[in-house]
């Protein structure tokens, strides 16, 4: 293992960033990316589920689309806005980057997914 400021140090993710002022903007596109991503995720799940191209397999998100569209705009973009702010909050540390990042990687892929399954449906 190599010292607290080693690149091969396990706990270097959970270190302040060398230069926060370079890492902040980053997460910031990242972080407005990811809410973005789940708006469109949202956005087109309803109009799927509404129409009845697509059935919701999230329980959770089942259940507040069940009650409305709008107690499920509610209920995402408030837990998508806390885990924005939560990520922004730790912008110091290595970890929000690498986290923000991935995780606009992986709804970026759900709402690809969403668009070329909605474009197959309704066009062949």
């Known amino acids: 293992m190599s010292d607290i400021t080693g690149s091969n140090d396990r706990r270097s993710a959970l270190l302040p960033a060398q230069d926060c002022e370079s890492c902040g903007r980053p997460l910031g596109w990242l972080l407005f990316a990811l809410w973005v991503f789940n708006v469109m995720d949202l956005t087109l799940t309803s109009q799927a589920v509404a129409s009845g191209l697509a059935t919701e397999s999230n329980r959770v998100m089942a259940h507040f689309l069940d009650a409305g569209p709008l107690q499920a705009a509610l ?15 730790l912008r110091r540390y290595r970890v ?10 992986v709804f970026g892929f759900v709402v690809l997914y969403q668009v070329v399954h909605l474009w197959q449906v309704t066009t062949f």
């Open 96 to 105: 929000a980057l690498v986290a923000a990042a991935a995780l606009a990687v």
């Open 75 to 89: 209920f995402k973009l408030g837990v998508v806005s806390a885990g924005v702010g939560l990520l922004w909050l």
